[in-house]
């Protein structure tokens, strides 16, 4: 791990993956393990890019998966953990 690009997206994979293990746990899983793929390889592309040199489309890519996982996966989301 040498570049800030690899840090970075460590971290928010390890924040889908935390996600995705705590959903998964529950007894009417709301995702299907399809809806993390988007994000995990926007993770991976954005790291590439990032470590090829092309800063903006890397920047642009890491906040994409991060809008992705914010808006698509909602893990902030508590109004459907109070209906249950």
């Excluded at 570049?3 to 299907?32: H, I, N």
């Excluded at 992705?68 to 249950?84: H, N, T």
Aim: charged share 20%.
């Amino acid at each position: 791990m040498e570049t800030v690009y690899d840090w970075v997206t460590v971290a928010v994979f390890a924040g889908l993956a935390v996600l995705f293990l705590q959903r998964s746990s529950e007894d009417r899983p709301r995702d299907k393990i399809v809806h993390y793929l988007p994000p995990a390889l926007g993770c991976a592309v954005s790291n590439y890019l990032g470590n090829e040199g092309y800063m903006l489309p890397a920047v642009g890519m890491t906040v994409a998966t991060m809008a992705y996982i914010y808006f698509v996966l909602k893990p902030f989301d508590r109004a459907s953990e109070e209906g249950d």
